[in-house]
C-alpha cells in the first residue's frame, strides 16, 4: 500500500528488509504504534500512531499520524474515516492534547479529507533530506 500511488511509486520498494528493521523497532517502542485494518483476512487499510511527550504547551502529549493508506480497492468506503477516527480516540484515551499529521502538499484530495475530519492547516511543515 505504501507504494501504491504516484508519491509512493517513486520512494518506495516493496520487499526491502529495511521494512522489516523499521517494523521491529516500531513494535519495541511503547510510545508508537501501527494499526492495521483487516477485512476478509486480508490487509485493507494501515498508519502508524507516535505519542511524543513535549515540555511546550504545559507539557502536552502530541500524538502524531503517519502513514495513512487504504488499499486501492477500498477507497471510497469509509475505512479512512475509520481509521482516523480510531487514531483520535486513541490519542484521547492515552491523555494527548494534539493529534497532529503531516500530508504532501501535492495530495489535495487528502487535504478535503483530513479538513472534513476536523483538521486545520495551522502550521508550515518543513523537512530536510539527511
Not at 517513486?10 to 523497532?25: I, N, S
Not at 474515516?81 to 497532529?100: K, S
Not at 499529521?101 to 533530506?129: C, I, N, Q, W
Amino acid at each position: 500500500m505504501l507504494a501504491d500511488d504516484p508519491l509512493g511509486a517513486t520512494r518506495e520498494r516493496p520487499g526491502d528488509p529495511a521494512y522489516l528493521k523499521a517494523f521491529e523497532v516500531i513494535d519495541a517502542d511503547p510510545h508508537q504504534y501501527l494499526a492495521v485494518a483487516v477485512s476478509d483476512d486480508q490487509v485493507v487499510g494501515t498508519l502508524q500512531l507516535t505519542f511524543t511527550s513535549g515540555l511546550s504547551r504545559l507539557g502536552m502529549t502530541r500524538a502524531t499520524v503517519e502513514a495513512v493508506r487504504v488499499r486501492s480497492d477500498q477507497r471510497g468506503n469509509r475505512l479512512g474515516e475509520h481509521l482516523m477516527t480510531w487514531a483520535i480516540n486513541e490519542a484521547r484515551a492515552r491523555g494527548c492534547g494534539l493529534i497532529q499529521l503531516t500530508t504532501d502538499a501535492s495530495r489535495t484530495d487528502a487535504h478535503r479529507f483530513y479538513e472534513r475530519l476536523g483538521f486545520t492547516a495551522s502550521h508550515v511543515g518543513m523537512k530536510l533530506s539527511l
